[in-house]
Nanobody, 116 residues
């Protein structure tokens, strides 16, 4: 069964940066469109960035120009570089494939808190 392990979250001041990593078991990243999702308290989980197997990336409007998704197929890892962080970016961040009828089993996520 596919395992996804997210890391890199933490506490950062507004305007700061973080780089999240998602390590996957098996060579799933190169054949699936992968995404970063986030869930803030009391809100549904939302897709914020995705990258296709052909390295085409897409971003939700709230993060455009600030977040960058990338992937290293050799390391089976997907990254999310987050710059110019805002308090509204506070959430638990997860990675998973882009919905194609199902998801892989969700990992535990990595919490990001943007606060002064």
């Amino acid at each position: 069964q596919v395992q996804l392990v997210e890391s890199g979250g933490g506490l950062v001041q507004p305007g700061g940066s973080l780089r999240l990593s998602c390590a996957a078991s098996g060579s799933i990243i190169r054949i699936n469109a992968m995404g970063w999702y986030r869930q803030a308290p009391g809100k549904p989980r939302e897709l914020v960035a995705s990258i296709t197997s052909r390295d085409n990336s897409h971003y939700a409007d709230p993060v455009k120009g600030r977040f960058t998704i990338s992937r290293d197929n050799a390391k089976n890892t997907v990254y999310l570089q987050m710059n110019s962080l805002k308090p509204e970016d506070t959430a638990v961040y997860y990675c998973n494939k882009v919905w194609d009828g199902n998801y892989f089993r969700w990992g535990q996520g990595t919490p990001v808190t943007v606060s002064s």
